[in-house]
């Protein structure tokens, strides 16, 4: 017995089974196993910061170097900009007030009023083209509670859509990418009753930086450079958030009718995103009091 | 092995296995090389595998993988819906590559220097080609489309970038893993076909 314990084919198939049954339990959607994972975070987030500073040290000396005349040019043109953008900011601030006041008075609201918008950083980047998914540095301690909500939106500084968050530990979370095949949003164009179609990450166009625009109404076409925002159905995304462009339509069959679309969006670009978390709604909160209300009774 | 040398076996490891995957996953290289990066975990496993022995490559792809797996895991969309963030299939597979890199032309090679090149270009191939087949069938299966790249792209915008970076990438990982450890001399002296004798034959490059 101890022979075949101690045997090379034993322990393979024996760390074999036991990681299979690892990958099983973490396919299932909720599964706490994300939160096991924080030991890891709190020995390697820090280790990673470091090399992601060092690294971004190093670049910016040979940067300096490389492009320093480039760099004084571009100074001086900043320095009349930071004059101009002063003044027109004055203007602007003059203009906020009114707006604000306008809102209040016509209870108008923003369109993600009712999100709290958390920034973080990108973490980590792929791995290979399967080991895809990212990671930024907020986590259930920042309010991405995976037992309160099933996702959240992940956009960008200008608020495009960037992708959604899938998983979190206490410190981070792993966002799986609009260009990811396994993305799917519904979306909407950008215009009065615009046409609903469905916006998904596709193997092929990934390489192109393109998603793929299917479902498309029948008796309907996209033209383009037509912009495609949410349409907020399916509940994990707010309505409205610009994904992209159209970049091409193909209509050469009635049954495989799709175009394909640009996201604004470029991840290689970027270095933050900004996580949208829904805001208990006051219905919630009567609600609840509600129940408590009924409970106590 | 003496007590010293073991901490410093599990020391060295240590930095590797906390840097390699750090250092992957940190930096992208500019956009003509469709944003591939080398793959130092592949090459660190294998390299380990082929250099110094089974147990080692074994238990080094497990740790990288989880790394892989804690870092940029894959994600399983099943359901479109609720797609989730899978854990072990990087243990899994680097904890075969390492095991594989160490039992095939490990001992044919005599585990030579030069020879570790081959095994690198062997097993970079292998990991894409799987990896391709296995990403093909879970496409197909998870959302039924049966688009997948075409055979050209696979090859020359995965395959061909990705394998060439791997060789470029070896050198000094290879370099590395010889001759700033864990091993003293870069020889695992515990494995049975590398005698007092037969290092000097067989492990100069």
Known sequence: ?297 | MTRKERVRKILVYAVYILLIPAVQVSFLLPAPLNGYTPDLMLLFVVVTGYLFGTYDGAIVGLLIGLMRDYYAGPAWTMSSDRPSALIGVGMLGFFYLGVFASLIFAKTFHRRLSMAFVQVLLFSLIYKIIGHIFAYIFTTVSSGSSTYLTFSQVVFQSIFPQTLLNMIAAVPIILCLRYLGPYKSGINRMLPDVGEGKEKKWQIA
């Open chain 1, 1 to 297: 017995m101890k022979k075949i314990i101690s045997s090379k084919i034993f322990i393979t198939v024996l760390v074999t089974v036991l990681i299979i049954i690892v990958i099983i339990f973490s396919s299932i959607p909720g599964n706490p196993i994300h939160s096991l994972t924080r030991p890891l975070s709190v020995v390697l987030n820090p280790i990673q910061n470091a090399v992601s500073f060092v690294g971004d040290r190093i670049g910016s000396f040979f940067s300096a170097v490389t492009e320093g005349m480039d760099i004084r040019e571009e100074n001086q043109e900043l320095k009349e900009e930071i004059a101009k953008l002063e003044y027109e900011l004055s203007q602007s601030e003059e203009a906020t007030r009114r707006w604000e006041e306008l809102k209040d008075a016509f209870q108008i609201k923003d369109t993600f009023e009712q999100y709290e918008i958390i920034g973080s950083s990108i973490l980590t980047r792929e791995a290979d083209e399967w080991f895809s998914v990212i990671r930024i540095d907020s986590g259930s301690k920042d309010g991405l509670n995976f037992e309160l909500y099933d996702a959240f939106a992940a956009v960008d500084a200008r608020m495009n859509l960037v992708g959604r968050v899938i998983s979190s530990d206490n410190d981070t979370a792993k966002v799986l990418p609009l260009l990811h095949e396994g993305f799917s949003v519904s979306a909407k164009v950008d215009t009065v009753n615009g046409i609903v179609v469905r916006v998904t990450g596709e193997n092929q166009l990934k390489q192109s930086g393109l998603c793929k625009v299917s479902m498309i109404p029948e008796g309907m076409s996209l033209n383009v450079g037509d912009v495609l925002v949410t349409s907020g159905k399916g509940g994990v995304f707010p309505a409205g958030i610009p994904i992209g462009v159209i970049d091409s339509v193909h209509n050469d069959s009635e049954l495989n009718r799709y175009a394909t679309l640009r996201p604004y969006t470029n991840l290689y670009e970027i270095k933050d995103v900004f996580v949208m978390i829904p805001e208990p709604s006051d219905d919630d909160s009567s609600e609840s009091i509600q129940i408590a209300s009924d409970t106590a009774t």
